[in-house]
């Protein structure tokens, strides 16, 4: 059983890479918008996505805290929360700042609305965006 637990856990805690940060963009009015895909998000979803990093995310909306804060409410080991806050960082939705030998964590407030704004942004574009009727179902 533990063998497959490792195996498991091996493969939901993969490294994710960025590859564009996130922006919001308003188009010049009278020109055609570049529409965005879905797959652009995928780095930020999976980021969030995880029950670990979601709950993470959860801590630092109450403000700023060590990794020792978030190690004791969540009832795990440092090196598995730092691993999870170092995944959450290269999004960008997570700061860190040293402060002796502490670091402390918080939101990128900034980064995360944008982030947030620019997927609802995009989902609208996307719906409203004329595709044509689809071949396939006639």
Do not use: N
Not at 39 to 51: D, R, Y
Not at 83 to 101: I, Q, S
Not at 115 to 136: K, M, N, P, Q
């Amino acid at each position: 059983m533990s063998t497959r637990s490792s195996a498991k856990t091996a493969a939901v805690t993969k490294p994710i890479s960025v590859t564009k940060p996130i922006s919001v963009t308003k188009p010049t009015p009278g020109t055609t918008p570049d529409i965005r895909s879905l797959a652009e998000f995928v780095p930020q979803f999976k980021a969030l996505g995880h029950p670990t990093r979601a709950a993470i995310v959860e801590q630092l909306l109450g403000g700023e805290r060590c990794v020792c804060e978030i190690t004791a409410q969540l009832g795990m080991s440092q090196p598995l929360v730092s691993h999870h806050l170092a995944l959450l960082r290269d999004t960008g939705f997570v700061c860190a700042r040293g402060e002796g030998a502490r670091t402390y964590y918080s939101l990128d407030w900034q980064r995360f609305s944008e982030g947030l704004l620019s997927f609802i942004a995009t989902v609208e574009e996307l719906h409203c965006h004329d595709r044509g009727s689809s071949s396939v179902c006639g």
